[in-house]
């Protein structure tokens, strides 16, 4: 274990050049958490694993996933695609570590504002190379997610990403103190794949070579791990409710595309990218007419509520535009169908 | 027999290079004198790419125009290339000049409309001549820009919505924000973002002279390089400031710098082609206006705090970076870990952060600093 942080080893203090932005980054072993106080909750994140998804076309898709060392069975420690769910309770003082086994990385908690250190960006601190623990309190409960930040074109997209939640001090249930209470919850993370990017190797690039990370043609399109093919019948995509209960749908863009999405059903919109509406004079919750599209950009989160008030089967399609052409991606086929199934 | 202008990154450079990186354009009486010049521009990684620009008598491309409410514009335009050229500004229709011949000149003159930011750009040829570099920011003051209660604001007050009101008068008040006001006289508090991307293949069939249908510029659009104000990765942000820093031009106009409790605005602008997703670290933004179709400035009805957001081509949106508290510090002001905190903004469509193909993280990137705490 180092035992005094040298700052000057890391962006912090130490001389940033052009190598030190991407080739030749800081990268530290053990590094002390600054500030390091006793926490409330500890997870851990290991990058070590590969996965290969078979893909609706009968081949397989290499991917990368963090997996969770401290999960309670065997079973839930094995990789999945998104990586696991991290869940805190607003206030909780957190401790995430990260182990990258091999290569060097390092967890970003997008939306999270912690320090600088602990905020997971090689070029302003340093990559992981061995075991550095991330510390942070989160104050807002809402929507969340984390990746590696390290060659991050690359890295994000081969999975190296997982949703985060941050319930309120009254836990799962309600969005956020003060705001809706749900009955039924649901993630919905949505990416997109690029089968020439999953053959790389996880440096590809970063010292100048041309691999082409500048242009992206996704194949295959997945909401929660399912692929486009089985999102109208697999239960991790479609949504079921009984009449008078309340849904809520956190809708997190992890793709490379402007994704368009139309529901059948009516919706607020109580928080984006992790932060409450209506709380303030600023802003209010936003309705979200049925059959009207609404677009959200890479990164960005959304946390719907649904009333439904009568029986069905209500579409939910999400179009994936490039963005550049504004086209849906792979000639028409960048569709993702799902459904909200109320009995 | 090369005699274009070389706009070069590193400043020690032959006599006819200058840097890009955009510096404010200080007018005569309202009178600005612009040129449309074909320039070699360096890239991140060293690469020369064929580019059309604006240029004032600075040495720096794509003058930054700044003017107040009310006045009375001129802009004189010399097009020094071998090309026709035009100007306009989208959201101020009287500010157009339908086509200037190639060695021609021509004037524009208009009443600078209500506060706010817009850009500058040729509009012929659209999207080609824009992309190939024509394009600056044009930046309104408002007269009379105080909430009803004297805060301070971009835009003028007619202009204003409750939200914004809100969110101006929050600073220094509300207990999320105590320190400053936004201070509008205070350069540092009053940042450019104004995003681009640049295909040289493209550019290269230009510089060829080929003619190049501009329904075609969109579909074989393969950019390279991502830029904000000229510059990408490394360069998009000063690495030692001091009090001779100029924080009205180059990387430092860009790289929000300041402590505790100094809100700070941010113009971002997507001159190109792509729907870019800025993502800020450290602190959200508030969403403070947007442009509408026809390019005029509308204030935010509802201002939503965001992490990201989606910037489609030529759109202009004003935010407000609080520069508060790291939220999710525990210890604050932190004892160990020293300051400058220092948190990234980059596009999260992450083909934006590469340089020529890879070169991560070298392509639309910069990042902000907070110097010290209240």
């Not at chain 1, 963090?66 to 990789?79: E, G, I, N, V, W």
């Not at chain 2, 044009?138 to 805060?151: C, D, N, Q, Y």
């Not at chain 2, 101006?168 to 006289?185: E, L, V, Y």
């Not at chain 2, 201002?303 to 525990?330: C, H, K, M, N, V």
Request: aromatic fraction near 8%; proline fraction near 9%.
């Amino acid at each position: 274990m180092q035992t005094a942080a040298d700052w000057e080893r890391t962006g912090v203090k130490g001389e940033v050049t052009y190598a030190t932005f991407g080739c030749n980054v800081f990268q530290e072993s053990n590094f002390p958490t600054p500030d390091r106080v006793k926490p409330d909750v500890n997870v851990e994140r290991h990058m070590d694993v590969s996965l290969n998804l078979p893909t609706p076309d009968g081949k397989t898709i290499r991917v990368w996933t963090f997996s969770d060392p401290l999960a309670a069975t065997p079973a839930l420690r094995l990789p999945t695609y998104p990586s696991p769910l991290m869940r805190f309770r607003q206030g909780q003082i957190v401790h995430s570590t990260l182990d990258p086994k091999k290569n060097a990385h390092t967890l970003h908690h997008h939306g999270i504002e912690p320090t600088t250190t602990n905020d997971g960006v090689g070029h302003v601190s340093f990559e992981v190379n061995a075991r550095y623990t991330y510390q942070f309190r989160p104050h807002r409960a809402g929507t969340f997610f984390y990746h590696c930040h390290r060659n991050t074109p690359l890295h994000f997209e081969m999975g190296m990403f997982g949703p985060l939640i941050v319930d309120p001090p009254e836990g799962p249930g309600t969005l956020f103190s003060g705001g809706p209470k749900y009955d039924v919850e649901k993630i919905w993370c949505v990416d997109d794949m690029d089968p020439r990017w999953h053959t790389m190797e996880h440096s590809s690039g970063m010292c100048g070579e041309d691999v082409g990370l500048n242009r992206f043609d996704p194949k295959y399109f997945l909401l929660s791990g399912v692929f486009n093919n089985k999102t109208t019948t697999d239960t991790r995509a479609v949504i079921q409710a009984k009449v008078g209960q309340t849904i809520l749908i956190r809708l997190i863009n992890a793709s490379y595309s402007v994704l368009e999405t139309t529901m059948a059903l009516p919706g607020v919109c109580h928080s984006m990218d992790g932060c409450a509406l209506g709380l303030e004079p600023w802003n209010a919750p936003l309705p979200q007419a049925a059959n009207r599209p609404f677009v959200i950009s890479t990164a960005q989160r959304r946390d719907i509520i649904i009333k439904p008030t009568a029986k069905g089967v209500f579409p939910v399609r999400m179009r994936f535009l490039n963005w550049i052409t504004g086209q849906v991606q792979d000639g028409g086929r960048g569709i993702i169908d799902t459904r909200i199934v109320v009995t | 027999m090369n005699r274009r202008k070389f706009l070069m990154v590193s400043t020690v450079a032959a006599s006819l290079a200058t840097i890009p990186g955009m510096a404010s354009a200080q007018a005569a009486n309202g009178v600005f004198d612009l040129t449309i010049e074909a320039v070699d521009s360096e890239m991140i990684d060293g690469q020369f790419v064929f580019s059309l620009m604006f240029f004032n008598k600075s040495a720096e491309g794509r003058p930054i125009l700044e003017v107040t409410e009310g006045d009375i514009v001129t802009i004189n335009i010399s097009n020094l290339d071998t090309r026709p050229h035009g100007f306009g500004i989208p959201g101020i229709p009287t500010a157009s000049i339908a086509s200037i011949p190639a060695g021609g000149q021509a004037t524009v003159r208009f009443t600078a409309p209500v506060g706010g930011s817009y850009m500058y750009i040729d509009p012929t040829l659209a999207p080609l001549n824009r992309i190939m570099g024509l394009y600056g920011a044009f930046i309104v003051k408002p007269k009379l820009g105080t909430t009803l209660a004297g805060s301070a604001t971009p835009f003028s007050r007619a202009s204003h919505t409750p939200a914004i009101a809100a969110v101006f008068n929050a600073m220094g008040t509300h207990k999320r924000f105590p320190g400053n006001k936004w201070i509008p006289t205070d350069p540092e508090r009053d940042k450019l973002w104004l995003f681009s991307q640049v295909d040289p293949l493209l550019a290269a069939r230009v510089d060829a002279g080929e003619v190049i249908p501009p329904a075609s510029v969109v579909p074989s659009f393969v950019p390279r390089y991502f830029t904000i104000n000229g510059l990408s990765g490394y360069d998009a942000a000063p690495h030692k400031v001091d009090e001779t820093t100029d924080w009205t031009k180059g990387a430092a106009r860009i790289m929000p710098h300041g402590r505790q409790g100094q809100p700070t605005l941010i113009r971002n602008m997507n001159a190109g082609l792509c729907t870019h997703s800025p993502h800020i670290h450290g602190n959200h933004v508030f969403k403070l206006s947007d442009s509408n179709a026809s390019g005029a400035v509308v204030c935010a009805a509802a201002s939503y705090e965001l992490d990201a957001w989606p910037l489609p081509p030529l759109s202009r949106q004003d935010l407000l970076l609080p520069f508060e508290r790291p939220g999710d510090t525990i210890i604050w002001p932190p004892v160990d870990e020293p300051f400058p905190m220092r948190y990234v903004m980059h596009c999260h469509t992450e083909m934006s952060q590469t340089a020529a193909g890879g070169n991560y993280p070298q392509g639309l990137v910069t990042h902000w600093e907070m110097t010290g705490a209240l």
